[in-house]
């Protein structure tokens, strides 16, 4: 980033932050008031029975908080001339923001309900796979992908044609999905999340090193670490609000949409480890389930789950998750520095 990349960074980090705490503070006691509580699942951990009634869609006080400094940001750049520049990163925060209307949708019908059951599976991976759809055609129209997609570490390069898209679909709605289950005890998406957009920021920087544009990288880096440190201030352990479906489909949004804007989408799949076993963990332990008439892989998927049934603390389970989180992005870091 140059010198106004750095100082965007700077204001949309610290607004989104701020915001999220000043907002959270008027939020919070207006969700408890509407009594838009969470509901526990009767098959969870039992000592989570404990939380029901936390309020829920707390995502809205970061989102919200994030929209402000963007619309700051865009008036900047509008009158300084940048705003086709920062376009990339306006296409990524559009297709957090559509997620995170997902998510709202899945948490309104989870109230109206009153059960941790919202949108059904087919519903939402539907509205998902259409979001994902018209970001890689904005992507595209705007010149940021092409079909061709790098392999980390391999140094090679596949021309895959319309079978990149495929891909490309497969991989927005599976890493949204894969952050939305990571969001199951207090502060662990929150702080996984917080060590990727670390690891965007430290990637913007060296596109500027190698003279690649790395603004719109930074702006997302921004987002993603300003929505979850204000965040932690109420949702780590033991957590005053949730960000319901409604933030972390939002945050999922914005890492892969980061992703892509590093050339090397697959990248998310090493940065974000955790989220990629999360997801994975539950479909082992579903067909294990299946093919085995009952018996489980797992104690509890997603595997944090497991590790509270092992007796880990909530608090040990995110200080590791995101150790591990932080350990391949450093992985990340040698595998996009040896393309």
Request: glycine fraction near 10%.
């Amino acid at each position: 980033m140059g010198n106004k990349g750095v100082l965007l960074f700077l204001l949309t980090l610290v607004l989104t932050c701020v915001g999220t705490v000043l907002i959270s503070r008027r939020l919070i006691p207006y969700l408890k008031s509407k009594k838009m509580g969470q509901k526990i699942l009767e098959i969870g951990p039992r000592w989570h029975k404990s939380k029901e009634g936390t309020p829920t869609m707390g995502g809205l006080a970061f989102i919200a908080a994030s929209l402000i400094a963007v619309a700051i940001v865009a008036v900047i750049a509008l009158v300084d001339g940048q705003l086709e520049t920062l376009l990339p990163f306006f296409t990524v925060y559009g297709y957090g923001l559509t997620n995170g209307l997902i998510g709202v949708i899945d948490d309104r019908a989870k109230l109206r309900k009153k059960q941790n059951e919202g949108l059904t599976a087919p519903q939402k991976y539907l509205l998902q796979l259409i979001a994902a759809a018209l970001f890689l055609i904005a992507l595209t129209l705007t010149g940021v992908i092409s079909t061709s997609l790098v392999i980390p570490f391999a140094g090679v390069t596949l021309e895959l044609g319309f079978f990149y898209y495929v891909i490309a679909l497969l991989l927005l709605t599976g890493i949204v999905n894969a952050v939305n289950l990571t969001d199951g005890i207090d502060g662990l998406a929150s702080s996984v999340t917080f060590v990727v957009g670390l690891f965007f920021a430290a990637v913007s920087y060296l596109f500027t090193v190698i003279d690649l544009p790395s603004a719109s990288l930074g702006l997302v880096s921004a987002v993603l670490i300003g929505s979850t440190v204000g965040f932690l201030v109420y949702n780590f352990y033991p957590a005053r609000v949730f960000m319901g479906d409604t933030g972390s489909l939002f945050l999922g949004g914005m890492v892969v949409g980061g992703a892509f804007l590093t050339g090397t989408p697959l990248l998310v799949v090493i940065c974000g480890i955790i989220y990629i076993c999360e997801a994975a963990s539950v479909i082992l332990q579903v067909g294990y389930f299946k093919l085995t008439h009952g018996k489980r892989l797992f104690l509890m998927a997603p595997i944090h789950h497991h590790f509270e049934k092992c007796g880990w603390s909530e608090v040990k389970i995110v200080c590791v998750f995101s150790i591990v989180t932080a350990v391949f992005c450093v992985l990340a870091w040698f595998g996009l520095t040896a393309i």
